[in-house]
């Protein structure tokens, strides 16, 4: 039997070991990376799993050709997201799911061309967010 606060004690040193460990395993061609599994070409990542070609991500999984994200699953080329899943082609999102083309939103599901939460028709959804990309520095 485990007492209340040998289990408190325990899952405590479990939390920490994971949150600090530095060791990647299975990864390929990772740089600067974190307690990364499964990844490849990853660089700057921490505690990445099964995700490719990320750069600056931290606690993503199976995520490619991100940059700047934490706590993504399962998303493409999003850069600085937050908590999204199953999405792709955001930029400064949270909380997304099964989104694509979506800059500055919130809490969208199944939704395409947003700004700030608002809907826009492809070719204006485009050149709003070129010239915001460039404005704050996301673009290249």
Do not use: W
Request: hydrophobic share 25%.
């Amino acid at each position: 039997m485990i007492s209340r606060s040998e289990y408190e004690a325990r899952l405590r040193e479990l939390t920490r070991a994971h949150t600090t460990s530095t060791v990647n395993e299975g990864c390929v061609e990772c740089q600067g990376c974190r307690g990364c599994v499964g990844c490849t070409f990853c660089r700057d990542g921490e505690r990445l799993v099964r995700c490719h070609f990320c750069v600056g991500c931290a606690d993503c999984s199976d995520s490619a050709h991100c940059r700047g994200c934490t706590g993504c699953i399962a998303c493409q080329h999003c850069i600085a997201c937050t908590r999204c899943a199953q999405s792709a082609y955001l930029v400064q999102c949270s909380h997304l799911t099964g989104c694509s083309y979506c800059f500055g939103c919130v809490g969208l599901t199944g939704k395409e061309f947003h700004i700030l939460n608002q809907p826009y028709d492809r070719s204006t959804y485009f050149a709003i967010t070129r010239k915001l990309a460039r404005e704050l520095g996301l673009s290249g």
